[in-house]
């Protein structure tokens, strides 16, 4: 006759399983009660791991059967995985930039055409991720960060137009597809960007994307511009340029890239956390000091990845940093040494969201991933 199970809850079954590995730990049982103590823990991580199964499937029918309920009351609140977490923001904010990105008239449906391209075709949607999240972990509904998102993705896509441009890295190939100006041409490549970028503002100013009060949407528009232009991405990018083919020091290196890649990445968490209306002065200098740190780590990452990823997996020209001369963290450091200034950074971001609870969990699972990621 088939035992039948005790129904024992999932938390007094992992109390139970501590209690049997410290019991182990002691080393005061003998042989025998060692493998019976054993055996007892193998069987209970057995039920827990079924039970986890068990939510999972339950979790996925619900989802199926009621997704935008389910979305709103569990999954946004307590997604399990980042991957998962980056499928759920990824469909919201592509399908507001679909909505932002349809031509108005046939005239202008090249022009469209090309600004769809630049901003559709893939993307890891780290900066919306981060104003979703950034949102998220002062209480915040996110539907009020959708202009925020779109907004800094829309920047982002804008630069990688330019930055493609022959007189700019000229480069071929972005995201495994050839860049816009190779799909389109390089005038129309440059007018996809002037757009993307003025549609960015029109969408944080949108009160029906950004439904914050005025004065909000008007500090939104005030970060996003100082994060873009000369004072941020802009006058990073200057830096840079200037710097091809010159021997520069770390300090200079990290003023180039706070301000080309870390300063829109800032922004992307400043912009959540007034799109949640529940920031304080307090909270926005911790979320600031973890934005700092991983908006660093990204580009450290990055100048990693051009050194041991390939051109398949990067989606970009492997090498092109080397080929273009310029300034690296592994040159500047070695890559050992690099990878280790990754591993601190991240830590940095850890600590500034050390009194923050639960809620800033997928802040805490980005900034991982920043220097986990492999393209």
């Given at each position: 006759m088939a035992r039948q199970k005790k129904s024992v809850g999932f938390e007094q079954s992992l109390?139970?399983?501590q209690a049997l590995v410290e019991r182990l730990e002691s080393g005061d049982l003998s042989l025998e009660e060692s493998l019976s103590t054993f055996e007892q823990g193998i069987s209970l991580t057995r039920e827990c791991q079924s039970a986890l199964q068990d939510a999972e499937?339950?979790?996925?029918?619900?989802?199926?059967?009621?997704?935008?309920?389910?979305?709103?009351?569990?999954?946004?609140?307590?997604?399990?995985?980042i991957a998962d977490?980056?499928?759920?923001?990824?469909?919201?904010?592509?399908?507001?930039?679909?909505?932002?990105?349809?031509?108005?008239?046939?005239?202008?449906?090249?022009?469209?055409?090309?600004?769809?391209?630049?901003?559709m075709n893939g993307g890891k949607r780290v900066r919306p991720l981060l104003v979703f999240a950034s949102c998220q972990a002062l209480g915040g509904n996110i539907k009020q960060a959708y202009g925020a998102a779109c907004a800094v993705e829309l920047i982002h896509a804008y630069s990688l137009v330019h930055d493609d441009l022959p007189a700019m890295d000229d480069d071929a190939?972005?995201?495994?597809?050839?860049?816009?100006?190779?799909?389109?041409?390089?005038?129309?490549?440059?007018?996809?960007?002037?757009?993307?970028?003025?549609?960015?503002?029109?969408?944080?100013?949108?009160?029906?994307?950004?439904?914050?009060?005025?004065?909000?949407?008007?500090?939104?528009?005030?970060?996003?511009?100082?994060?873009?232009?000369?004072?941020?991405?802009v006058g990073g990018q200057a830096i840079d340029l200037s710097s091809v083919g010159k021997t520069i020091d770390q300090q200079t290196l990290e003023l180039m890239h706070r301000h080309k890649t870390g300063a829109l990445i800032q922004a992307s968490v400043q912009l959540?956390?007034?799109?949640?209306?529940?920031?304080?002065?307090?909270?926005?200098?911790?979320?600031?000091?973890?934005?700092?740190?991983?908006?660093?780590?990204?580009?450290?990452?990055?100048?990693?990845?051009?050194?041991?990823?390939?051109?398949q997996t990067l989606g970009k020209q492997q090498g092109s940093d080397f080929e273009h001369a310029k300034p690296t963290y592994p040159a500047l450091l070695g890559l050992e040494?690099?990878?280790?200034?990754?591993?601190?950074?991240?830590?940095?971001?850890?600590?500034?969201?050390?009194?923050?609870?639960?809620?800033?969990?997928?802040l805490r699972h980005l900034a991982d991933y920043i220097v986990s990621r492999r393209n």
């Amino acid at each position: 006759m088939a035992r039948q199970k005790k129904s024992v809850g999932f938390e007094q079954s992992l109390n139970e399983l501590q209690a049997l590995v410290e019991r182990l730990e002691s080393g005061d049982l003998s042989l025998e009660e060692s493998l019976s103590t054993f055996e007892q823990g193998i069987s209970l991580t057995r039920e827990c791991q079924s039970a986890l199964q068990d939510a999972e499937q339950r979790v996925q029918v619900l989802l199926e059967q009621n997704g935008t309920l389910i979305e709103k009351t569990i999954r946004w609140k307590y997604p399990a995985l980042i991957a998962d977490y980056q499928r759920l923001c990824q469909n919201h904010v592509d399908a507001a930039l679909q909505q932002l990105l349809q031509a108005p008239s046939t005239e202008l449906e090249r022009l469209y055409q090309a600004m769809r391209y630049s901003v559709m075709n893939g993307g890891k949607r780290v900066r919306p991720l981060l104003v979703f999240a950034s949102c998220q972990a002062l209480g915040g509904n996110i539907k009020q960060a959708y202009g925020a998102a779109c907004a800094v993705e829309l920047i982002h896509a804008y630069s990688l137009v330019h930055d493609d441009l022959p007189a700019m890295d000229d480069d071929a190939l972005r995201r495994g597809q050839p860049t816009t100006h190779i799909a389109f041409d390089e005038a129309y490549a440059i007018l996809a960007g002037d757009a993307l970028q003025c549609l960015a503002f029109d969408a944080l100013a949108d009160e029906t994307l950004s439904p914050v009060s005025l004065e909000q949407r008007l500090d939104m528009v005030k970060i996003l511009a100082k994060a873009s232009g000369a004072a941020g991405m802009v006058g990073g990018q200057a830096i840079d340029l200037s710097s091809v083919g010159k021997t520069i020091d770390q300090q200079t290196l990290e003023l180039m890239h706070r301000h080309k890649t870390g300063a829109l990445i800032q922004a992307s968490v400043q912009l959540g956390a007034i799109a949640s209306g529940q920031s304080t002065p307090q909270t926005m200098q911790h979320l600031s000091e973890y934005a700092q740190a991983i908006g660093l780590a990204f580009q450290v990452q990055d100048d990693i990845l051009d050194v041991i990823s390939d051109t398949q997996t990067l989606g970009k020209q492997q090498g092109s940093d080397f080929e273009h001369a310029k300034p690296t963290y592994p040159a500047l450091l070695g890559l050992e040494q690099a990878k280790q200034y990754a591993a601190s950074l991240n830590h940095q971001a850890h600590q500034a969201l050390a009194d923050f609870d639960h809620n800033a969990d997928q802040l805490r699972h980005l900034a991982d991933y920043i220097v986990s990621r492999r393209n």
